[in-house]
């Protein structure tokens, strides 16, 4: 490691797409269930790339580096590279609005810090070494977001990223198939915790979470700050929702901790402006939308969907709720469908536009069959909209990222 790690500080740029290659790069030949970087490896030093690491004896010719495991290899220098860089590391995960508070974390900081932060949803075994490798010698501070599906995966992210401080947003029903259930998530995210309180780390923990705060608790070795939800509603921002109210405290919390004053706290907050179809208010020639179709899981959309029961019209003349199915659900999710329909029902004057399979039969048999209306996909639901236009509406448009709402936008 030692080698690779001295011909990465002489070329410190990391590639793993040929169609994206970084000149005087390093190229790491990640496999894949359906692609084998291995493949590709000559071609990506004949367009620049300056050495190939690969894991096929087969395609390990003149200037490639053959290792044991090119993803394993691609990880451990990214926690070689955290080790030398010797700054201090936030790590974020959680149920919802990981990615919103990263951003607002990182503004916030970067008010005193030179700052590098996950890029996009980098936030997975691959994403987080290409984060860490992304930091130089002028980055102060890192924060980085952590994603998970399953039990395990934040231990191994926590093992790379070796994070000083963390934060978990929130413990919802998300991808509850890969967790096993509510519990399993618990367990899940709750490793960023056992990460911190084995290494003398620090986590800022939500105060009106309880779950949260019991989670702490259960760790006496964890040092943690607590992060008040009071005076997070006078800081102005572009977020829609009170449920970012959470959000914003955490990010105000983790400022002050660092010895930024809250008015700078409060400007770069409200610099923020959502894009990427998460928690953004969007006025049309003939509606106001509310766009938050990133992704879906029966927390964040209970959330959404209780938020904008509470929307006033402000002069529109209807209030229409398009939602889209939630994936990874498993066991889960006619359940957690079902009670997601009759939750938007509660509205008798609403309409209720449904997108997907799991929509159509956790309502089939029931009142909600009559009630909404259901469609097998977006293309469908599409083509309803260029039929029937839809105007001076009140529109919530929220599901799983699978489900593409983002395209039907331009309808509404």
């Known amino acids: 490691m030692q080698e690779l790690y001295a011909i990465y500080r002489e070329h410190p740029h990391v590639s793993t797409d040929t169609r994206r290659i970084v000149p005087d790069s390093l190229f790491f030949a990640l496999r894949g269930a359906s692609f084998d970087g291995n493949r590709f490896a000559a071609e990506a030093l004949r367009k620049g790339a300056v050495r190939a690491i690969v894991d096929d004896p087969a395609a390990a010719g003149e200037g490639c580096i053959l290792v044991d495991d090119v993803l394993a290899t691609l990880q451990a220098l ?9 700054i201090p590391i936030l790590a974020i995960t959680g149920s919802n609005g990981k990615t919103t508070t990263k951003e607002l974390v990182s503004r916030v900081l970067s008010e005193r810090f030179v700052l590098r932060a996950t890029q996009g949803n980098l936030n997975n075994h691959i994403g987080v070494p290409l984060t860490l490798l992304s930091m130089d010698a002028s980055t102060q501070f890192g924060v980085v ?39 399993g998530v618990r367990r899940g995210k709750g490793e960023l915790f056992d990460y911190l ?11 009106a979470d309880p779950t949260l705060a019991a989670m702490a608790a259960e760790r006496p070795a964890l040092k943690s700050v607590r992060c008040p939800l009071a005076g997070a509603e006078r800081i102005e921002s572009h977020l829609e929702g009170d449920y970012n109210r959470a959000n914003i405290a955490a990010a105000a919390a983790v400022g002050r901790y660092f010895g930024i004053a809250d008015g700078r706290i409060a400007a770069a907050i409200g610099s923020y402006i959502p894009d990427n179809n998460r928690s953004q208010r969007v006025m049309t020639e003939r509606n106001t939308l509310i766009v938050d179709c990133y992704n879906a899981n029966p927390s964040s959309m209970r959330a959404s ?5 509470g929307e006033p019209l402000d002069g529109r003349t209807q209030r229409i ?11 889960w999710s006619e359940e957690e469908h079902r009670a997601i329909a009759a939750l938007a029902a509660g509205d008798p004057a609403a309409r209720l536009m449904l997108v997907g399979r799991e929509f159509a039969r956790a309502c089939a048999g029931s009142k909600l069959a009559q009630r909404a209306e259901f469609y097998p996909s977006r293309t469908e639901l599409a083509a309803e909209l260029e ?7 009140l529109v919530l448009v929220k599901a799983s990222h699978g489900i593409g709402l983002e395209h039907v936008i331009e309808k509404l």
Not at 197 to 207: D, I, L, M, R, Y
Request: hydrophobic share 45%; with cysteine; charged share 20%.
């Open 78 to 86: 990214a926690r070689e590279h955290r080790r030398a860089l010797g």
């Open 321 to 331: 709720f398009i939602l889209g199915d939630m994936l990874e659900l498993g066991a």
């Open 145 to 183: 977001e952590m994603g998970a599906s399953a039990c395990g995966e934040i231990a191994l992210l926590a093992s790379i990223a070796e994070p000083d401080y963390g934060l978990i947003t929130n413990i919802g029903r998300a991808h509850l198939d890969g967790f096993g259930g509510p519990e």
């Open 197 to 207: 309180a084995a290494h003398g780390g620090t986590a800022f923990v939500p105060e």
């Open 305 to 309: 969907v209780e938020n904008f029961l």
């Open 387 to 393: 039929r029937h236009p839809v105007g001076n509406a």
